[in-house]
């Protein structure tokens, strides 16, 4: 099965640009799916930053929106965000993960699965 | 942006019980509503989407229900792996949007 795994550096500087990459294993990046980016600050919940088709179609928060770019490298069938400008609200363990889709009785439904492990982010000087 | 509000922040329940968790969207979301399981350490684990349908490998005991605005989530009798935070998640409009958790301790 489709499994994810985040990677970057786990420090960043205030005003620098955090980036990460997504490796995707088991399948493909172009099976007509999306490509999101979740964090979550220290002890807090969950915050979706943004998806990206393997067209390079992007949809972000716009509570980040002016600081983060999604984009994918269907060669190494893997993904990555980058966010600038960061401060020390940025920090977070960073999720990737996959959209899926199902026409039910009510409409297309959405859901998140599988998830990467997570990798931590610290911004601090 | 379509806020999640989920209650109650902590519910403490004897193992064996059954424990039921709530979910209010601010806005319809139909039934575009998931819920995952997280624990410590760990990334979230899906349990439910389409507001009532369990994916893969997710044991009975584990059921939802709702469409609209109200979502109810419900484990039917409690088993030790079962004590953790518990994340509704919408995804009919853009962006998409996370409860605040609800943190299933033992009682």
């Known amino acids: 099965q489709v499994q994810l795994q985040e990677s970057g550096p786990g420090l960043v500087k205030p005003s620098g640009t955090l980036s990460l990459t997504c490796a995707v294993s088991?399948?493909?990046?172009?099976?007509?799916?999306?490509w999101s980016w979740v964090r979550q600050p220290p002890g807090q919940g969950l915050e979706w930053i943004g998806e990206?088709?393997?067209?390079?179609?992007?949809n972000y928060n716009p509570s980040l929106k002016s600081r983060v770019s999604i984009s994918v490298d269907k060669s190494k069938n893997q993904f990555s965000l980058k966010l600038s400008s960061v401060t020390a609200a940025d920090t977070a363990l960073y999720y990737c993960?996959?959209?899926?889709?199902?026409?039910?009785?009510?409409?297309?439904?959405?859901?998140?699965?599988?998830w990467g492990q997570g990798t931590r982010v610290i911004v601090s000087s | 942006e379509i806020v999640m509000t989920q209650s109650p922040a902590t519910l403490s329940v004897s193992p064996g019980a059954r424990a039921t968790l709530s979910c209010r969207a601010s806005q319809s979301v139909s039934s575009n509503l998931a819920w995952y399981q997280q624990k410590p350490g760990q990334a979230p684990r899906l349990l439910i989407y389409g507001a009532s349908t369990r994916a893969t490998g997710v044991p009975v005991r584990f059921s939802g229900s709702g469409s609209g605005t109200e979502f109810t989530f419900t484990i039917s009798s409690l088993q030790s792996e079962d004590f953790a935070i518990y994340y509704c998640?919408?995804?009919?409009?853009?962006?998409?949007?996370f409860g605040q958790g609800t943190k299933l301790d033992i009682k």
């Open positions: 990206i088709y393997h067209s390079g179609n992007t």
């Open positions: 993960t996959r959209k899926n889709y199902e026409l039910q009785y009510l409409g297309g439904v959405y859901w998140f699965d599988p």
């Open positions: 088991g399948g493909s990046i172009t099976n007509s799916k999306w």
């Open positions: 998640q919408q995804s009919h409009n853009w962006p998409y949007t």
